[in-house]
């Protein structure tokens, strides 16, 4: 990944050049959850995908990219970001391909129709409102706290734009992946696969990825770890550098 800085923006290039994504310099920018997510979900050719709180639309953009046949709609509440994901549109040629719906995922009924997509993809902010430093700005702090939505809201607008039989993927704290379980269950979506992102070998588990089935039966499929780095402080694994390769 290449970063360069104009001005206000970043532009982070992925892909060895072929993805661009345009992203405030002093506001939030994207982590590796995001490219973890945007590699984890496999779409069918065709399908319709909706991306919850999209922030620049990264997610979006990765799978896009990945993925030549498939639609996608970026849902994104703070106007700022919600332009990013335009500029991000035109910069990458995804007219057509990718769309962007501002406005507030707790108010999704107002802004789409009930099951409209094959799949929900969701990267949200999953810090409590109370927890980390609030002295980062206000774009971080929605970005990344549930100042705006929390996990609640946020599943019930998963199952809300998704179709009967749809899918569902989002990345989310390992430990804090039994609230994630029950959410979903509550509602519904039937946890199918789930993968354990671990920081390097010997250490904690640090992130989940899970896809669910909105009415699907129950079992799951636990997919071998992942490892970031091939030791701490050490450099990214082979299977994580290969998310960065065209």
């Given at each position: 990944?290449?970063?360069?800085?104009?001005?206000?923006?970043?532009?982070?290039?992925?892909?060895?050049?072929?993805?661009?994504?345009?992203?405030?310099?002093?506001?939030?920018?994207?982590?590796?959850?995001?490219?973890?997510?945007?590699?984890?979900?496999?779409?069918?050719?065709?399908?319709?995908?909706?991306?919850?709180?999209?922030?620049?639309?990264?997610?979006?953009?990765?799978?896009?990219?990945?993925?030549?046949?498939?639609?996608?709609?970026?849902l994104e509440?703070?106007?700022?970001?919600?332009?990013?994901?335009?500029?991000?549109?035109?910069?990458?040629?995804?007219?057509?391909?990718?769309?962007?719906?501002?406005?507030?995922?707790?108010?999704?009924?107002?802004?789409?129709?009930?099951?409209?997509?094959?799949?929900?993809?969701?990267?949200?902010?999953?810090?409590?409102?109370?927890?980390?430093?609030?002295?980062?700005?206000?774009?971080?702090?929605?970005?990344?706290?549930?100042?705006?939505?929390?996990?609640?809201?946020?599943?019930?607008?998963?199952?809300?734009?998704?179709?009967?039989?749809?899918?569902?993927?989002?990345?989310?704290?390992?430990?804090?992946?039994?609230?994630?379980?029950?959410?979903?269950?509550?509602?519904?979506?039937?946890p199918k696969?789930?993968?354990?992102?671990?920081?390097?070998?010997?250490?904690?588990?640090?992130?989940?990825?899970?896809?669910?089935?909105?009415?699907?039966?129950?079992?799951?499929?636990?997919?071998?770890?992942?490892?970031?780095?091939?030791?701490?402080?050490?450099?990214?694994?082979?299977?994580?550098?290969?998310?960065?390769?065209?």
């Open positions: 990944m290449v970063i360069t800085e104009r001005n206000e923006y970043t532009f982070d290039s992925l892909f060895s050049g072929k993805l661009q994504c345009v992203q405030h310099k002093q506001g939030y920018r994207f982590s590796i959850d995001a490219v973890l997510l945007g590699h984890f979900i496999h779409p069918k050719p065709g399908d319709q995908i909706l991306d919850l709180c999209a922030g620049c639309g990264i997610v979006s953009l990765i799978i896009a990219y990945r993925w030549s046949d498939i639609f996608l709609a970026a509440v703070q106007p700022a970001l919600a332009e990013l994901i335009r500029r991000n549109i035109k910069l990458n040629s995804l007219d057509g391909r990718l769309s962007v719906i501002e406005g507030d995922v707790n108010q999704i009924r107002d802004l789409l129709a009930p099951e409209s997509y094959d799949v929900v993809v969701c990267n949200p902010p999953y810090r409590k409102a109370e927890s980390g430093r609030r002295n980062i700005g206000k774009e971080q702090a929605v970005a990344r706290h549930e100042v705006k939505a929390d996990l609640p809201g946020i599943i019930k607008a998963v199952v809300y734009g998704l179709k009967n039989r749809g899918r569902a993927s989002l990345v989310y704290p390992a430990e804090r992946s039994t609230s994630l379980f029950a959410e979903l269950r509550k509602h519904g979506l039937e696969r789930m993968q354990i992102i671990y920081s390097y070998p010997g250490s904690a588990g640090k992130l989940i990825l899970v896809e669910a089935v909105k009415g699907g039966g129950e079992e799951l499929t636990i997919m071998p770890p992942m490892y970031v780095y091939e030791e701490q402080g050490g450099k990214y694994t082979l299977e994580m550098a290969k998310l960065y390769e065209p």
